[in-house]
């Protein structure tokens, strides 16, 4: 029985509750390409949330090596196994969401989470405490592919030995998992900004969305006795700044701003005027896509898929639109995407959330509610040196002259 | 509320059902209802403030470096001694001792190099953070709740000062500014303004220098048996009043340095360490969702090597 619009799947999907919308959709879009896996975000934000007792084991931000890592230990595997096959039919995904793997009609609410009848037929597992959260590094620089040989060549873009990092938060889904799953409906969405939270007033440490996000980002606190999950740091971002792990990253990967849906999504062009940067990243361009979409979520941080790793694997994490987004995102390299090119500099260079940004005389400009928070070159300015030099008589030879 | 009726946009379920059943409940509303009517006056008087005042801001003092700004001179010593007779027989033969061993000041100079400089590599740490149970990742917000207090009162760490937040000099001089205000609001009758620094001197004492000023003192009476072990008794005397006075019951820190890195109530004996790459972790193979890489160099190198011996 259908029941809400998820675009990402370019189908109805099943959920438990009633579609409706945020104001405005808290979003991220992060460049897998730039994350060096300094875990800065990490840090960042675990200093400032999860630094009490009872929360040793909460990253609400975690950054782990694909295809090895995952943390808690084989979150996506582990779901991914229960879902059954994955078919997409070009841009419309035919098998079942989390919600829909066990045929269960959610159109009536006597099928609805209750207290009495928590719902155990949705796809995944119930992270373990003891062993489950214990190892966050685990796999780390783990390689995947060839063996490493000394006459490998990494000539083709996809390389024949690869691993990449993941960077993964809460993804303030407009189909929360956890909210869904909830059986005292303890858990949200802002209806300002889509921030998804738990109320801790309500929650009566049923953990059913321990269980039900499938990214396992609603984690329980055994001290505190309730759940807890990332907050998408609103008490910055109401005042318009990104959050602490957007704010911190070094390799500048994340671009905290807001997403509409694709009939509503901003459809100007950022050469000519002020542009919603996330609209022209997944709407216009296709070149930043959602984590796992076959969950059925709709989760609302959108990833630059890496460009060394091979694209059936992909794939499976961003769905069908991958190759695309490669041909988008080496078209930069050519110099025909200004646009996006400017808007990829712009990111981390401004501690603010970016609600808009356009391409000004050679210069991307950010500006957030109308007030400018960026500006930066599209194209740094380089001198470039002799590659052979002369030093004290002897002839010097230069590998890097720019 | 019916299941059915139930949407996930929207504020707080908590609040909803407060709206839906006429309750209209503010955290003002708590105030009021759980305020006590007459509040009664913290124990104290102004000129015992005053000198305990004096008394702190002349320890920040002496605990110093002891040249040019810092550090305690004759003049300084007889005026501890007539503060601390002011308020209690044990604090004020503490203060007599400290005004007995004060030596020359080249001589506390170098005394106090060894115990706090930097030259001698920091025998004695004056700061709170080294005190504090578990690791610098979940102490270091103790720092912004020390910084939180001095910001609170209007007062910040001076830029020249090459200290941390927590060190205890900071952590005297604020104590000493809360019994000025204290002596100063009790002189102009403002009871209500008594009863918020009055309050302030209680949480930091019990959160911050309440907590660890007995190992520190301990730390110092363990490598000095002069001027500084002296001052540390002081110290120590001086808390220990303010808490029978006040009433206080800090959670004293742990009375070694050891530190729990990981809480092992919750992941037992493996987690004294981080855990974080799986590296000492046996039989992770079992767990489920493993990843099970069947082709991980590392392992294989290591048994190439073990078959070649
Ligand atoms: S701070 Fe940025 S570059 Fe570093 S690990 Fe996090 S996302 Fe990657
Ligand atoms: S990622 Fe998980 S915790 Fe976050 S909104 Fe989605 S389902 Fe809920």
Redesign the interface.
Known sequence: MPQVHNWQLNREVEFP??E???ERQWAAMFDLNKCIECQTCT?AC??TWT????Q??MFWNNVETK????HP???D??TLEDMGTMEWDGDTYEGDTIFETEDVDWDD?EN???EERINEDVAGFMPD????W???????D??AGE??DLDVHFDEDTHPIWFFYLPRICNHCTY?GC??GCPV???????EDGV??I?R??CQAQMVCNETCPYKKAQYN?AETISQKCVGCYPKTEDGRAPQCFETCLGKIRLHGYINTPEEADDSDPMAEPTNPLDFLVHQKEVALPLYPQFGLEPNVYYIPPTTAPVDYLEQLFGPGVEDAFETYRAIGDGEEPALEGLLNLMGSTEWSITAFEVDDGEAVGYYEGDEVGRVPITEPQTERDRVDEVDGEEVYRLDIT | MSDSDFSILGGPPSERNDESSGGNRTARDDRDTDADPTPELPPGDAATALHRARLYSLLALGLERPDGNGGLEMDDTTALVNAAAALDRTVEDAATAVDDHLTDTAERKKRWASLFGVEEGHTVSPYELTYLPGPLLTTVRQLADIRGFYHAFGIDVGEKMPYRGDHVCYQLEFLAHLCLRDARLRRAGDDEGVTIVVDARRTFLEAHLGRWFWRFAGEISAHDDGFFAAVADLLAALVEDEIAILDLDPEWVPDTSEVTEWNEGIFGAAGRSCGGCGADATGLEDLEGSPGNPRNPGSQTAQDGLDDR
Do not use: C, F
């Open positions: 509750y009633e409706s919308r945020p840090l675990k200093t630094h009490e007792e009872g040793e084991h295809p090895y890592g995952a230990i084989g979150w595997k582990r609410p609805h989470p209750t405490i003891e062993d489950d214990r190892y966050p590094n685990l796999g780390e783990e390689t063996e490493m929360a909210a869904g409906q303890a858990i949200y969405k802002r209806p998804v939270l109320d007033e309500e055994p």
